[in-house]
């Protein structure tokens, strides 16, 4: 049985009840084929340079993950990524993740694996994300090729989204399918932080949504609000800016 190590990244703005369920979701799946043992998850939020409309500030994003993460006696929250000055590729946080696993495992790790046996680190996605790997500039093909075959993806099915047609329309990625775990959400829970966002600068209700520790800091600190939609907003995405200078492959024309 071979340890893995789930890592989500992304905004979490704010983090919701559907982002906890993945880890559950994908731990459940790898138990099942009886060859994984997940000891572990990480919650990696994105920095501020990220540059996404209503992206608030890290500190307070990292804060309402681990409100949230309280009652989880296996998922992390890792502020590195949202410490960094500039946007960090994913891939390069893998990479730190994986060379920090080495030396200080029980940071991440919340249960015994076997000795000489450092866990995989594998990506943790929804279906939505396989989807921005076609977005002309935002991933480097290298960097698509390492996330799915260095490391591998868990990847939950999202509402309408179903990432096998990603898979088929993609060279790379149907390449290391073997590497690749797509897990169905049956109980279809199709939250969004955009739409919590939205209720939010309402006035309207979120309860059972998000945590209801959430839901205090939130108020406690008055965060999505009008004003705090308009951030960012006429602000290019970071890895869009990044790589814009950087020669782009079309997505398997």
Known sequence: VEPQLLLAC??????????????????????????????G?????????????????AKHRIAMAKLALQSSNWVRVDEWESQQPDWTETVVTMRYKTCTLNTLPSQYHALPFPSGHSPQLKLLCG?????TFKVPGLWQDEHVEEVAGR??????????????QAM??????????????????????????TEVRRALRRGLSVKYLIPDS?????????????????????????????????PVNSWDD
Request: with cysteine; aromatic share 8%; proline share 3%.
């Open 10 to 39: 992304g905004s979490f703005n704010p983090i919701t009840n559907q982002h906890m369920r993945l880890f559950e979701l994908a731990r459940d799946h790898l138990h099942s084929t009886g060859q994984y043992q997940v000891v």
């Open 41 to 57: 998850g990480i919650v990696s939020p994105v920095s501020d340079s990220y540059g996404k409309q209503g992206l608030v500030q």
């Open 127 to 131: 279906a939505d994300f396989l989807d």
């Open 151 to 164: 490391f591998g993806l868990v990847c939950v099915s999202r509402g309408r989204l179903q990432p096998e």
């Open 168 to 193: 088929h329309e993609s060279d790379t990625l149907s390449r290391h399918r073997q590497n690749i775990f797509l897990v169905r959400e049956w109980m279809r829970n199709e939250t969004s932080a």
């Open 214 to 246: 959430v839901i205090e800091y939130i108020h406690k600190h008055h965060l999505y609000t009008e004003d705090s939609e308009r951030r960012n907003k006429d602000v290019v995405l970071r890895p869009l800016s990044k790589q814009v200078q950087q």
